[in-house]
């Protein structure tokens, strides 16, 4: 089945710190790819949505210039969050679709900033 | 999208069946539900999708009612694999622009299976 790779599944850094997490569709090339947020006891929260070559778009409330979206390939999304504080520390998931098949999951990135 | 309601938790003896309800009685006619599952500490995992006919796969089934204001996802035997929080998501199809690929997730059915 598609899979979707997310790295690093874990990070831990220093406030102030800039993180970049990747997003990588191993067997198929997404047309779209998404970022989600997690936080503890509750459900995934759509950031942003970003098509490759394209601007992303970021759901309201979502800082763009915090949260910075790449989506230079196919197979390549990146999330970078800059200046990262500790309310920055959350689940973080990516997903990716491919025309119209169901949307698949990475494993996630648990950021931590102290 | 329409909105779904799904109930808080339930348990599962391990080898019963498991089966988990979900409404969405607002549903509209070019409306997919899609159903999800996410364990512990992991992204959430594709299980199955459906429009109006039931529909089987390696995983599960799903059983959409005729007026398809619900819809019950059947996990045949359920194993302590299976414990995971369980999303019951409706989507229009076809796609119309990015905005409508994504999924809006609710709180899900928390699923114990238990020993």
């Known amino acids: 089945g598609a899979v979707v790779s997310q790295h690093p599944s874990w990070v831990i850094c220093k406030s102030g710190t800039s993180v970049k997490i990747e997003c990588r569709s191993l067997d198929f090339q997404a047309t779209t790819m998404f970022w989600y947020r997690q936080f503890p006891k509750q459900s995934l929260m759509l950031m942003a949505t970003s098509n490759e070559g394209s601007k992303a778009t970021y759901e309201q409330g979502v800082e763009k210039d915090k949260f910075l979206i790449n989506h230079a390939s196919l197979t390549l999304s990146t999330l970078t969050v800059t200046s990262a504080h500790p309310e920055d520390s959350s689940f973080y998931i990516c997903?990716?679709?491919?025309?119209?098949?169901?949307?698949?999951f990475g494993d996630g990135t648990r950021l931590s900033i102290l | 999208d329409a909105k779904t309601t799904q109930p808080t938790s339930m348990d599962c003896a391990e080898g019963r069946a498991a089966n988990l309800p979900c409404n969405h009685s607002?549903?509209?006619?070019?409306?997919?539900v899609y159903w999800y599952r996410q364990i512990h500490s992991q992204g959430p995992q594709y299980i199955i999708h459906g429009l109006k006919n039931n529909e089987t796969n390696e995983m599960a089934s799903l059983i959409i009612t005729e007026d398809r204001k619900s819809s019950t996802l059947i996990l045949p035997h359920a194993t302590l694999r299976d414990t995971a929080v369980y999303y019951c998501i409706v989507r229009s199809f076809p796609y119309s622009g990015a905005g409508s690929y994504q999924l809006t997730f609710g709180k899900g059915t928390k699923l114990s299976v238990i020993p």
């Open positions: 997903s990716a679709l491919q025309d119209n098949q169901p949307q698949h």
């Open positions: 607002t549903i509209s006619g070019n409306e997919y």
